[in-house]
Each structure stands twice: as C-alpha cells, then as structure tokens.
C-alpha cells in the first residue's frame, strides 16, 4: 500500500474537536467558529450572516457544521449565503470538520462555520 503525506501549507487542518471546543495546530476554539484556511476564530452562530458573508469572493463553499447532528438552517441564513454566491453544504460538526480537511488537502476555497458539537454544562 502507498502512502501519499497530505500538505496543508500554512492552513491548519482541524486536528480534533470535543464538547464545546475545536481544536486546530494545537489551539483550542470554545464555541460556534469559523474555520478558513488562513484564519479560524469565534463566530456569532445561526444568526451572524455578516461574519460567512465577509467571505464573498474569497470561498465557493461554506461547510456549515450543525452540531453533534445534522438540522436544518434557518431559511434566511442559507439564502444570505446562497444569493451572495457562497455555497452552503450543512451536516453535522464531525462530518464537516473531516470533510474541510479534505477538502483543504486538495487546495479548494472552502470555510467551515462549526457549532460545538455538545455544550460543556456550567
């Protein structure tokens, strides 16, 4: 069998992610976050467009991480997204944690807005 090391350049992969938390290059992200491949931090959730809009241009597809489950998104989040040109594929948080690492390897224009897949309880 042939191995072939996957190269990310200066983009992190998601290492790994747990309740509340996502884990990229050692750093950890608590909460909903939005992944790209030059930068990844918080994000507002279901109801910030603004942060998956300033994308425009710069991505062709927005992995759109619902949680430990797949659900659906609010109609006017998908369709912001949607009449701006950014594509939008919704599955659960772990599929699309592993779907953008893919993807990445590959070297395409794709963002992943992640929420955690259980909340830790306070």
Not at 112 to 120: M, N, S
Request: proline letters at 7%.
């Amino acid at each position: 069998m042939r191995l072939t090391e996957i190269s990310y350049g200066q983009a992190q992969p998601v290492d790994g992610y747990g309740p509340g938390f996502f884990r990229l290059g050692g750093h950890v992200l608590r909460g909903a976050c939005l992944i790209t491949p030059w930068d990844a931090g918080e994000w507002g959730g279901l109801e910030d467009t603004a942060t998956p809009l300033s994308l425009v241009g710069k991505i062709d597809v927005l992995l759109l991480g619902m949680g430990a489950d797949v659900a659906h998104p609010p109609k006017a989040f998908r369709m912001a997204l949607e009449q701006a040109g950014i594509g939008v594929e919704v599955m659960s948080s772990p599929a699309a944690c592993r779907t953008y690492n893919v993807l990445l390897g590959e070297g395409r224009l794709i963002a992943a807005a992640l929420l955690p897949v259980h909340e830790v309880p306070r």
